[in-house]
């Protein structure tokens, strides 16, 4: 039975939901779900902008079939072919044999690795324009969000824009589509944040390309492929965009995250949280990155202004969890933080100088410390120390 909800008078969401896949991409934990948007224009021509993942195929199917109540379907423009969107393609294929796609030039190669079987693609390039009939629609490449086929689809119409991963977020819709129908920035904001994040936060660069296009564009709707739809607050999101493409901190406060394995630098962490709060930083929030996924941990990492990371020695190197951490700051490009740094180790405490070697290689980072290093447990010595770090911080957050 269908289940589709009206964007505008003539364009409907016909994507639909998934709560039991556990792993986005089969690696990034998504406890409340997500959601696959796609969206049918019913104009003289119907035009099916992206497709849905293989797992809610056959609730996207219905929903189509609903829309098009007997009319045919004339177009499908595929923004973006990772499978999460493209995986039905060759379905609607089958059963709308007479369909022509509409995309770019990369998308078509896509189209062939993934083997999918249609001569009727149409490739179009930058600010090549449409007609369906009323509505008249722009193609504007998006290259690496997220991937280098990828384009958004601008409606002048009426100024849908189609965003392809652009403003996208974790998350099943639950029968709420639009932004304004739920408490966004505290119901669904993390996830939006944990999704770009760890989804497009390598390609910043790219992100600020598109948003510089965006901004020329009367956008009256943003619809992205994950998550809510926009049509209003633009400000609201186009800002947290630009901060996070930028890598411009969200807020001014200090993400501790400790390695520990037997509760010392557990307790590091603990004392530099609460010297924080009572020099007046509240702002402070502590993660344990063995029973903390990383995607979260990267999310807070793009979130705060500071970072402190505590790490126990291990073959002589950083705690795996950690130096797992630390390469997926350096490989999604984070970068204008400010870092500390403290180490454990019973003998050979090499955390320290890796951590510190690690954090010098991401842009524009200032360590706020040399390393500071503790052996098995905080001597009077290192708890001083501790207490001068969080003054350091703290001088710095001024
Ligand atoms: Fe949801 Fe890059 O795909």
Same mark, same amino acid.
Request: net charge negative; glycine share 6%; charged share 20%.
């Given at each position: 039975m269908h289940c589709v909800r009206k964007v505008t008078d003539d364009l409907y969401w016909v994507g639909a939901n998934d709560k039991r896949l556990n792993l986005f991409e089969n690696i990034h934990p998504i406890p409340r779900g997500t959601s696959y948007n796609s969206y049918l224009l019913m104009d003289e021509q119907t035009v099916l902008f992206d497709t849905a993942d293989?797992?809610?195929?056959?609730?996207?199917?219905?929903?189509?079939?609903?829309?098009?109540?007997?009319?045919?379907?004339?177009?499908?423009?595929?923004?973006?072919?990772?499978?999460?969107?493209?995986?039905?393609?060759?379905?609607i294929l089958l059963r709308y044999p007479d369909v022509k796609i509409i995309c770019s030039v990369k998308a078509a190669d896509f189209m062939r690795q993934f083997r999918f079987h249609t001569d009727n693609v149409e490739t179009v390039k930058e600010g090549d324009v449409k007609s369906f009939g009323k509505h008249q629609?722009?193609?504007?490449?998006?290259?690496?969000?997220?991937?280098?086929?990828?384009?958004?689809?601008? +409606?002048?119409?009426?100024?849908?824009?189609?965003?392809?991963?652009?403003?996208?977020?974790?998350?099943?819709?639950?029968?709420?589509?639009?932004? +304004?129908?739920?408490?966004?920035?505290? +119901?669904?904001?993390?996830?939006?944040?944990?999704?770009?994040?760890?989804?497009?936060?390598?390609?910043?660069?790219?992100?600020?390309?598109?948003?510089?296009?965006?901004?020329?564009?009367?956008?009256?709707?943003?619809?992205?492929?994950?998550?809510? /739809?926009?049509?209003?607050?633009?400000?609201?999101?186009?800002?947290?965009?630009?901060?996070?493409?930028?890598?411009?901190?969200?807020?001014?406060?200090?993400?501790?995250?400790?390695?520990?394995?037997?509760?010392n630098t557990e307790a590091a962490?603990?004392?530099?949280?609460?010297?924080?709060?009572?020099?007046?930083?509240?702002? /402070?929030?502590?993660?344990?990155?063995?029973?903390?996924?990383?995607?979260?941990?990267?999310?807070?990492?793009?979130?705060?202004?500071?970072?402190?990371?505590?790490? /126990?020695?291990?073959? #002589?190197?950083?705690?795996?969890?950690?130096?797992?951490?630390?390469?997926?700051?350096?490989? #999604?490009?984070?970068?204008?933080?400010?870092?500390?740094t403290v180490c454990n180790g019973t003998w050979a405490p090499q955390a320290g100088p890796k951590m510190i070697e690690a954090v010098s290689k991401m842009k524009n980072t200032t360590l706020l410390n040399e390393g500071l290093t503790v052996a098995s447990s905080l001597n009077e010595d290192t708890y001083a120390q501790l207490e001068q770090l969080a003054d350091t911080i703290a001088e710095s957050l001024q």
């Amino acid at each position: 039975m269908h289940c589709v909800r009206k964007v505008t008078d003539d364009l409907y969401w016909v994507g639909a939901n998934d709560k039991r896949l556990n792993l986005f991409e089969n690696i990034h934990p998504i406890p409340r779900g997500t959601s696959y948007n796609s969206y049918l224009l019913m104009d003289e021509q119907t035009v099916l902008f992206d497709t849905a993942d293989w797992s809610v195929c056959r609730q996207f199917l219905d929903n189509i079939e609903y829309v098009l109540d007997g009319k045919k379907l004339d177009y499908m423009v595929i923004n973006h072919m990772e499978p999460d969107h493209g995986a039905s393609i060759e379905e609607i294929l089958l059963r709308y044999p007479d369909v022509k796609i509409i995309c770019s030039v990369k998308a078509a190669d896509f189209m062939r690795q993934f083997r999918f079987h249609t001569d009727n693609v149409e490739t179009v390039k930058e600010g090549d324009v449409k007609s369906f009939g009323k509505h008249q629609v722009t193609f504007v490449m998006a290259p690496m969000v997220h991937w280098p086929e990828a384009m958004v689809s601008f +409606d002048t119409t009426n100024g849908v824009l189609f965003a392809a991963d652009a403003f996208g977020s974790f998350g099943s819709l639950d029968g709420k589509l639009f932004a +304004d129908e739920v408490n966004f920035d505290r +119901d669904w904001l993390d996830d939006a944040r944990r999704y770009y994040t760890n989804i497009v936060g390598k390609f910043g660069a790219n992100v600020q390309n598109l948003l510089k296009k965006a901004a020329g564009l009367d956008i009256k709707y943003i619809c992205p492929l994950h998550g809510p /739809v926009w049509r209003q607050d633009f400000d609201y999101i186009l800002d947290k965009y630009n901060k996070w493409s930028t890598y411009t901190p969200e807020e001014k406060g200090v993400m501790i995250a400790y390695a520990s394995m037997y509760g010392n630098t557990e307790a590091a962490a603990n004392i530099l949280a609460t010297k924080l709060c009572e020099k007046g930083i509240a702002n /402070v929030a502590l993660y344990d990155v063995s029973c903390t996924h990383v995607s979260y941990l990267i999310a807070e990492a793009f979130k705060y202004s500071h970072l402190a990371l505590f790490s /126990v020695t291990y073959n #002589l190197n950083v705690f795996p969890v950690m130096a797992n951490f630390l390469e997926d700051m350096a490989a #999604l490009n984070l970068q204008n933080r400010t870092v500390a740094t403290v180490c454990n180790g019973t003998w050979a405490p090499q955390a320290g100088p890796k951590m510190i070697e690690a954090v010098s290689k991401m842009k524009n980072t200032t360590l706020l410390n040399e390393g500071l290093t503790v052996a098995s447990s905080l001597n009077e010595d290192t708890y001083a120390q501790l207490e001068q770090l969080a003054d350091t911080i703290a001088e710095s957050l001024q």
